[in-house]
């Protein structure tokens, strides 16, 4: 009788559960009908016991823990961590759902020892251990480096972006003529803020750049990312005018990259340069798919280590959406001598795959920790003085990265009296009692409110109305109905001009307001809120209809749709408009990204992968921001619920904020929670060295 047969009676399942495979595939499938485990978590570990019968049933546990820690956006599942509190590592189960004490993580794990776990993964058909040998054993599923267990596949991520990276880090181009001089007329005017002068953290981001290939730009939202990378592109190309870099700008989704593509116009047409500096510096911005050319039903991309990229220097925005595995492809297909620029803002939540590439990389952003000798040549060429308390000394041996990272610490976005930026820097900080001291006294730009069961009016109203002079969804309707255009058709140039600037004019008012929330399913999910607010409108009068396709419903791009050029994240509006006959038909008004005036309407059935957006997740609204933004948090604790998710929704908000709890203090809670993705790239780029 092999284990998947033996009896195992019920009272004894936990215990039974590491002995017997049988008994330890009982409790996955319990987990996976609780939602604790996928469906391919457990499937994993049927796989391996198929492949070798001889796996222990702690071998078979750590299988399906590493696939569902992948999941969660972890690279690799840490055996000390999950033995020392299973149930927060894996997040399993979800707080909030009925505990059967005797088959959780901790309960079934709580004699196991470290080393015990180890040596039942000393199974070498399915385990290789440690990064050299794990080299030669091509054929294992799983890598054991340390106490850190990978799926291959992620393993073999994590050292090739390790590998690129180490090798960028010795590299030294040679710096630009008269570097002094050229950072001056970029950076004419020292910097002021509130009567005081500042450090320019932009002007010192451009000097490191051009030290090396490889330069990490990281800060809040209005520190300026887009301006200094301007600038140093300016910088750069100065240098190389008889024969231009060939530049390529990029990011992670469509809706980042139109936004990028879009800021850069702006500040290239007023950058203080020559016309021919000018000229060679694109503004045209792609998404790192269509960069490296995806291959049609394939994780798979034409340009690759044998076929790279065509290209001088790369900047990439929004890096902080940038999972493990696009990463190593990204990096896979650059050229060796071609310099690579991240932006991003390291704070932010990192992206929706396994992976917080940017968060490891700039660890070392806050505190600085650059070389003396470093820090004296950076002072020199820039004539910016790097005194600051964060900042600590360092050595390119102990901190490599840190000679490469650059943080921008001034927001213009949120003055030194924004609620916004005070209550957004108390999250990232932690620092619940201040927080709540600005919640409690609730500044002008921030709006908070805890419901109760009698207080349903009161977010009605918000989702309506708005407060003070932050809007609603009422705005836009409003907006839809008392602006249309009179005319009866579109048949003239003009006259679909002004069925243009009319649907772009709606589409602006939706922007004025966005409800956020951080989960998907259930009442204070996207779903739950989405169905909520259409029945609200409708049963308002505002709109026709809460079903189906109606006038006014705001439509999420849920996938880059390249004949209509459409991207992912694209927001549109259902509107009915005339054609050049007067037939009057509903057509969905998304904006140009090359012209703020300019409207295409597309017919709602060539549309497939869109959702309705009256609520939409914190993860969907990165890279954009609303003039009011509300953020909506569930009345449980749920896994998702970090620091990272609070700041994150914070600061899409560009005028006003406004917080509304489900249940009283679970902000806080959430605020003392952080994303602590599991990963060894920063180990292992020590050991490439």
């Known amino acids: 009788m092999n284990s998947l047969e033996a009896p195992v009676a019920d009272d004894a399942l936990d215990v039974a559960a590491l002995q017997h495979s049988a008994a330890l595939f009982r409790v996955l499938g319990y987990w996976q009908e609780k939602g604790w485990l996928r469906a391919l978590d457990v499937a994993l570990a049927h796989f391996f016991y198929e492949l070798e019968p001889s796996s222990s049933p702690l071998l078979l546990l750590a299988s399906a823990l590493t696939s569902h820690q992948l999941g969660h956006g972890h690279v690799c599942l840490d055996l000390n961590a999950t033995l020392t509190n299973a149930d927060f590592v894996l997040a399993l189960p979800p707080e909030g759902e009925a505990k059967a004490q005797s088959l959780l993580p901790s309960q079934l794990l709580a004699t196991v020892s470290l080393n015990e776990w180890r040596q039942a993964l000393a199974l070498p058909s399915l385990v290789a251990k440690g990064s050299k040998l794990a080299r030669q054993h091509t054929a294992t599923p799983l890598v054991l480096v340390g106490q850190r267990l990978y799926l291959r596949r992620y393993w073999r991520y994590e050292q090739t972006v390790a590998s690129h990276l180490a090798k960028r880090l010795t590299l030294e181009p040679t710096l630009p003529a008269q570097l002094p001089l050229l950072l001056e007329q970029l950076f004419p005017e020292p910097l002021w803020l509130a009567g005081l002068r500042q450090t320019d ?85 792609t998404t790192l798919h269509r960069l490296l050319g995806s291959v049609p039903n394939s994780r798979h991309f034409r ?33 060796e001598t071609a310099r690579l620029i991240l932006l991003g803002d390291k704070d932010q939540l990192a992206s929706v795959e396994a992976g917080a590439v940017l968060g490891d990389l700039c660890s070392d952003a806050t505190a600085g920790r650059y070389d003396p000798a470093l820090s004296t040549w950076l002072e020199n060429v820039s004539g910016e003085s790097l005194a600051h308390p964060d900042l600590e000394a360092g050595n390119p041996q102990d901190n490599p990265l840190a000679q490469r990272t650059l943080m921008l610490r001034h927001s213009r976005r949120f003055g030194i009296h924004s609620g916004i930026g005070e209550l957004a820097q ?84 939706f922007d004025d307001f966005r409800l956020l929330c951080a989960l998907r399913k259930g009442p204070w999910g996207v779903a739950g809120l989405n169905e909520r607010i259409a029945g609200l409108l409708h049963k308002r009068g505002l709109l026709e209809s809460d079903q189906g396709w109606y006038e006014g419903r705001p439509v999420l791009v849920s996938q880059n749709d390249y004949s209509l050029g459409l991207m992912n ?121």
């Open 201 to 285: 953290w932009q002007k010192l981001a451009c000097a490191l750049a051009v030290r090396g290939n490889f330069c990490m730009i990281t800060g809040g939202p209005g520190t300026g990312k887009t301006t200094t990378v301007v600038r140093l592109l300016a910088l750069l190309q100065q240098s190389h005018l008889e024969q231009p870099l060939r530049i390529r700008l990029s990011a992670p989704t469509g809706k980042a990259a139109a936004r990028l593509s879009e800021s850069i116009a702006a500040q290239v047409a007023n950058l203080a340069v020559s016309e021919a500096v000018r000229a060679v510096i694109p503004s045209e911005v």
């Open 569 to 689: 994240g694209d927001i549109g509006i259902a509107l009915r408009v005339p054609d050049e006959t007067g037939r009057v038909s509903l057509r969905v008004a998304f904006a140009q990204h090359s012209d703020e005036q300019a409207v295409k309407f597309i017919l709602p059935s060539r549309l497939t992968a869109l959702e309705t957006v009256f609520a939409m997740t914190v993860h969907k609204s990165q890279g954009s921001e609303f003039a009011h933004t509300a953020l909506i948090l569930p009345d449980s604790l749920n896994p998702v619920l970090t620091k990272e998710l609070l700041y994150t929704g914070i600061t899409r908000a560009r005028k006003h904020f406004s917080l509304i709890e489900s249940r009283a203090g679970i902000f806080t809670q959430a605020l003392q929670k952080r994303v602590g993705r599991r990963s060894g790239l920063l180990e292992e780029l020590t050991a490439q060295e």
């Open 426 to 509: 108390a999250v990232n900080n932690q620092d619940s009692a201040s927080a709540t001291a600005l919640l409690n006294k609730t500044p002008e730009d921030v709006h908070h409110i805890v419901l109760k069961a009698e207080q349903d009016k009161q977010l009605n109203k918000l989702l309506l109305k708005g407060w003070g002079t932050a809007q609603g969804y009422g705005h836009y309707l409003t907006c839809l109905t008392q602006t249309r255009p009179l005319l009866l058709q579109a048949k003239t140039a003009s006259e679909q001009k002004t069925w243009q600037r009319w649907a772009a004019g709606v589409l602006t008012a």
């Open 303 to 335: 340009h690759h280590s044998r076929h790279l990229l065509p290209l001088d220097v790369l900047v990439v925005d929004e890096a902080s959406m940038i999972d493990l595995e696009m990463m190593a492809a990204l990096l896979s297909a650059l050229p």
